[in-house]
């Protein structure tokens, strides 16, 4: 019986730990934002990204921001449901930058065929 109590006593902390810790790896918001600036400067960094496509993706950056502030002012609680959009928001602009860092368009081949080496041209 000592041994039952002690199983069922060891799966409900297992669970309520496992619980916390899925809510807790959950980004938040800002978070992701502030990630997504990043995934944008090292696109910059690396050349993967043309001038166009940054100012492009600045642009919708800023746009999505936007709402989010203005939700957060409106009542000065960030509702479930607002929470909910803003990270479909930035599931898109995640998509979109992901699209644009990898469409086979750079800084340095820009306009010229992109299947040879910019450098030695093979």
Known sequence: MKRIKH???LAACTLTLSA????AAKPSVKNRQIAQIGRIRQGVASGSLT????RRLTASQGRLHRPIVRDRVDGGVFTPRERVKAHHRLNRQSRSIARQKHDRQNRLTRGTDTTSCYKCGA
Request: cysteine-free.
């Open 51 to 54: 001038r166009p496509e940054v």
């Open 7 to 9: 199983w069922l006593a």
């Open 20 to 23: 916390g810790m899925a809510l």
